[in-house]
């Protein structure tokens, strides 16, 4: 797993400046090297790899992983700005259900689009995170849902098709 970027070590891409320090939450720790992570992966990969199926099975590329990925950063922001106006009411999402639905927005938008969106909501959540009043329970389960924890159910999957991927580039 890559290393917290520092003041001093800064990913140009992330725009991260964290600093493991007490005012950060292990969730918001776990999101941003999360990110670093997954995006540093994809961004070793040509245009073509990301859009070659095989990341799943049944059929995904990069590109739909960074879709899925960018859809649950935006509903990790929403529920965010519904716990800030008190509206947030608890409960499980159907995640499954939410998946499909995900997939079925995502499918066939231009891979750029799909970069973009996914961008957008990682920041959209991170700014609708930090106006929360207090972190409570359910943000910081949701921040783990949506971010760190989301990263690290697809991260390996992730390396082993960038490495394969990347083995036969080098073949060729």
Known sequence: MP???????QC???ASTLVPDATESPERLAEATGWHEFHTLVDQLTRDEVLEPG???????????????????AEGAQLFE?????????????????NARFFELMRGLPLDTVHLQASSARWRMIGAWAQLP???????????????????????????????????????
């Open 134 to 172: 207090e972190p409570t329970e359910a943000g910081r389960r949701w921040l783990a849902k949506a971010g760190g924890e989301h990263y690290a159910e697809h991260l390996p999957r992730l390396r082993d098709w960038a490495d394969e991927l990347s083995a036969r580039r080098g073949a060729r």
């Open 82 to 98: 519904q716990m800030r106006a008190g509206t947030y009411s608890e409960g499980e999402l159907d995640v499954d259900a939410a």
């Open 3 to 9: 290393s917290i970027p520092s003041a001093v070590d």
């Open 55 to 73: 990341y799943f099975p049944e059929g995904w590329s990069v590109r739909d992983l960074i879709g899925h990925i960018g859809a649950w950063l």
């Open 12 to 14: 140009d891409r992330c």
